[in-house]
């Protein structure tokens, strides 16, 4: 295993917290990291009645969202909002135009997680919409319960290749995930405290990993984490497979 003490390998940022219309943790980008490709945002984001964000456009992207705390709603332009409850996820595909909107339940507030990665111009240029419910089936691995969400191990299937999984550590535990020296991966904690190849992660902290054939990951009870993962060719497949 990697010792994690090679900055090419693994680093950890804090990310920085924006506030407007919504308040923000922004990993990606950021004074951290103002680029890491193929990822274009990571970002965790808290809404309320009060503080909403409005519907806006993504066009040649892949957006994954996924549901921390709270029951949101979820809206693609077009269809009938959905009602997403804790551990649910959209995989929306957006090869030209597409907008869509997420914001709370009435008298709630939300927490979610959202990556984005950019897609390459494609053939068929309609939006597709993937879905994950809360109560979708987890496995067990090295006593971590693995909630997966997309690419060949999860139910969604993404254009862009994204490999994605919700991670929840009832007890310490330790854990190995391959990522490849053709990837670039990331891990987002966003509940207690864990440890990246010996380097230390706490909750609105982010671990880029990039250059090495895998990492370590061990949590400490109550440990919660997003991880993804992503060739670093930015010609991902068509979004028509």
């Known amino acids: 295993m990697a010792s994690g003490r090679d ?13 407007g219309a919504v308040t923000t943790r922004l990993a990606i980008p950021s004074s951290g990291r103002t680029e890491w490709p193929p990822f ?24 994954l969202t996924y549901v921390l705390e709270g029951v949101a709603a979820y809206e693609l332009e077009g269809r009938t909002a959905e009602l997403l409850p ?13 907008v869509h909107r997420v914001g709370p339940r009435d008298g709630a507030s939300i927490r979610w997680f959202n990556i984005v990665l950019a897609l390459p111009d494609a053939s068929d240029r309609s939006a597709r919409l993937q879905a994950v419910d809360g109560a979708a089936a987890t496995r067990w691995v090295d006593e971590v ?7 060949p191990r999860g139910p969604m299937m993404p254009a862009s290749s994204l490999e994605c999984e919700a991670m929840a550590f009832p007890k310490d535990s330790t854990t190995f995930r391959k990522v490849g020296r053709d990837r670039r991966a990331l891990l987002y904690a966003w509940a207690g405290q864990g440890w990246v190849n010996e380097l230390a992660i706490t909750s609105g902290q982010t671990a880029l990993v990039d250059g090495t054939p895998g990492v370590g990951i061990r949590g400490g009870g109550g440990f919660r984490a997003i991880f993804a993962a ?8 068509s979004a028509t497979k």
């Open 7 to 19: 900055p090419e390998d693994v680093r950890v940022i804090s990310g920085e917290i924006k506030s």
């Open 40 to 63: 274009s945002r990571v970002s965790e984001s808290l809404a309320s009645q009060k503080r909403q964000l409005p519907a806006h456009v993504h066009d040649h992207e892949e957006v």
């Open 86 to 98: 804790p551990g649910s996820a959209r995989l929306l595909t957006a090869p030209a135009r597409a």
């Open 230 to 237: 992503a060739p670093k060719d930015s010609q991902p497949p």
């Open 145 to 151: 319960e693995v909630q997966p969400l997309s690419g």
